[in-house]
């Protein structure tokens, strides 16, 4: 009795760690499958702003807008009147200066918000220089130090993750590894027991095998739930993130998570009897 308890702790604690090893390489599988989409959607989140001339008519503006929404490195403009920025000044310091200025101070602007692949500084400044050649345009405003520190960060957390996910690999086989070890040296005797009366390295093999194997499906499963459970939870937070965490990359997702359980846990077994 106390020996089936054992053996059914050692089967929870195994499935457990196991667990939370596929998890962490799950979550380093999913980050590093949609570095692109991250990257496009901070990228397209810099706005670059163009600020017309002082008594640009709104029909002029608007041609100028439809004009620079043709071109391949825009992802989406915005077009911001002057009464709309004065009134947004007005929301967000609580001061109209129209009141003793005599006048709207604003000018007709753009907010345009680029392609992730035009988003860096050589890129930039072509179309500043592009823009800034429209007789409305008297600006260009972005910022240029946001732009480089953002594409060094992102190289960065890019190298760093994939570094993270190598040695997670190399860990995870190792815990495995080691997590069946100590179940079959737990079971020597059992094993010498089985030899001595002539039993077959695969009769002796099996019990083992098959009992790992469980615990790969049973952990891959676990930490295929869980990381649905996380993906669903990101984007209730942040409903844009579904552009970025789609079925198809979580499913590709699952499937490795499953995928590398079962065959990590069934080979470490394997070796480890041996």
Not at 180 to 201: E, Q
């Amino acid at each position: 009795m106390r020996k089936k308890t054992i053996l059914r702790w050692q089967f929870l604690t195994s499935t457990i760690s196991t667990t939370m090893v596929l998890l962490l390489l799950g979550t380093l599988v999913l980050f590093v499958l949609t570095a692109k989409e991250i990257r496009d959607y901070v990228h397209q989140d810099l706005t670059v702003t163009v600020v017309l001339a002082d008594g640009t008519t709104p029909t002029a503006a608007h041609e100028l807008e439809h004009q620079i929404a043709e071109k391949a490195y825009i992802h989406h403009i915005n077009y911001i009147s002057s009464e709309q920025a004065l009134q947004e000044q007005v929301e967000a310091m609580g001061i109209d200066p129209s009141e003793f200025l005599d006048k709207n101070p604003f000018s007709i602007s753009m907010e345009l918000r680029l392609k992730s692949a035009y988003v860096c500084s050589d890129s930039l400044k072509w179309i500043v220089d592009e823009l800034q050649q429209q007789k409305a345009v008297i600006d260009v405003i972005y910022q240029k130090e946001l732009v480089e520190s953002l594409n060094r960060n992102l190289n960065t957390i890019t190298v760093i993750l994939l570094a993270i996910t190598a040695m997670l690999s190399v860990i995870s086989i190792s815990l495995i590894n080691n997590t069946v070890h100590l179940s079959v040296y737990s079971r020597r005797f059992v094993i010498n027991t089985m030899k001595l009366v002539g039993a077959s390295w695969g009769f002796i093999r099996r019990p083992f095998l098959v009992r790992n194997l469980w615990i790969g499906i049973l952990s891959a499963i676990m930490a295929d739930a869980l990381l649905v459970g996380m993906a669903y939870m990101l984007v209730k937070y942040e409903p844009e993130l579904i552009d970025i965490i789609t079925p198809d990359t979580l499913l590709v997702v699952l499937g490795a998570v499953f995928v590398f359980g079962v065959i990590i846990t069934w080979m470490c077994a394997y070796i480890s009897i041996n």
